[in-house]
């Protein structure tokens, strides 16, 4: 991406100002049932209470609210499985700007419906045969529209970081902090606001183990592209990171963990019988990774970033029934 500026704290600040009044300033919530069996306290931002259920509005709105007049007649165009496509569609019906989403045809019907709710134009694909990067361009193109991707984008990435922003603003003297991984743009801004606020906090993604495509860029020092995952954690289903975020992620991560199917729907059990919050498969990623680190972690204060709630209902309770595994 020759040209393009990467973001900075600054950029996060920035991002919080013109956030404020319009993105909810989510809770950060604890459990005394968690912190015995982890061995550590843990301090759960939630963004599943952000606008549109994730924190992806947070990177949206910030990108679409610098559009300037003849891009807002135009409108956006974007791709995702379901809560960029949501953030984006909220966003732009807040800015009175046409959207059109790209979104795979097996997207979660609860997020296909919510994105046509707020207005949004959807253009179906299969994830597994096309490129949707490649039609997003496409539609670009050919209509005049302003696309913004999920994650490698400096105004979206500087959006993502105000939640880290303001879970290191609540909590002081964090000696870690857990964020769900996909293509980075959390990660990346998370690991901008950190490093700017609380330097000596330990940072480190979580992904899918089915789409480790993170842990393998960053073990070798490139960007590793991967066919698309196979797992529950549909948020997190990129082929590779982007260009923007590895390069802070590169320089400023801690290291790269994974979890498995069952250790999500695991943690997806933990939230709803002891926070009692809904906690979609994805956002799920942080905490099951501290559970499994629990007894390197012992007697730490330790950040999670719950990246959102937006889960098909039916899906949930499929996934939650199932039965938990031996620990």
Do not use: W
């Not at 912190?35 to 209470?49: I, L, P, S, T, W």
């Not at 997020?111 to 490649?134: C, H, N, P, Q």
């Not at 956002?283 to 972690?297: D, K, N, Q």
Request: glycine fraction near 10%; hydrophobic fraction near 45%.
């Amino acid at each position: 991406m020759a040209g393009v500026i990467p973001p900075t704290y600054a950029d996060v600040e920035s991002a919080a100002a013109r956030l404020l009044g319009h993105a909810h300033r989510t809770p950060v919530l604890t459990s005394s049932r968690v912190d015995d069996e982890v061995g550590a306290r843990v301090f759960f931002k939630c963004e599943n209470f952000q606008r549109m259920g994730a924190f992806k509005f947070r990177g949206a709105f910030n990108a679409l609210s610098r559009f300037d007049d003849e891009q807002r007649r135009a409108g956006v165009v974007a791709y995702s499985s379901g809560n960029h496509a949501q953030a984006i569609a909220l966003s732009a019906r807040l800015l009175g700007i046409p959207a059109t989403i790209v979104m795979p045809h097996d997207a979660p019907a609860a997020k296909v419906a919510a994105t046509r709710g707020y207005g949004a134009t959807v253009v179906s694909y299969d994830r597994y045969a096309e490129d949707r990067e490649a039609i997003g361009r496409a539609l670009a193109a050919t209509r005049g529209l302003t696309l913004v991707p999920p994650y490698d984008h400096a105004d979206v990435i500087a959006g993502q970081g105000t939640a880290a922003k303001e879970l290191i603003e609540e909590v002081d003297g964090l000696d870690a902090l857990f964020v769900c991984l996909g293509g980075g743009g959390l990660l990346s801004g998370s690991l901008l606001a950190a490093q700017a606020l609380s330097p000596s906090t330990r940072v480190y993604g979580v992904e899918p183990a089915a789409g480790d495509d993170g842990q393998r860029s960053l073990r070798s020092g490139e960007i590793v592209h991967i066919d698309t995952p196979d797992t529950i954690a549909d948020g997190a289903q990129t082929q590779h990171l982007g260009e923007l975020t590895f390069a802070i992620i590169r320089r400023e991560v801690d290291d790269i963990h994974t979890a498995t199917d069952a250790e999500l729907v695991d943690a997806m059990r933990v939230f709803a019988s002891t926070l009692k919050i809904v906690v979609e498969p994805t956002g799920c990623l942080a905490f099951a990774a501290v559970r499994r680190l629990a007894p390197e972690l012992a007697g730490q204060r330790i950040g999670v970033l719950v990246s959102g709630g937006n889960v098909d209902l039916a899906r949930y309770a499929e996934l939650i029934s199932r039965p938990a595994p031996a620990r």
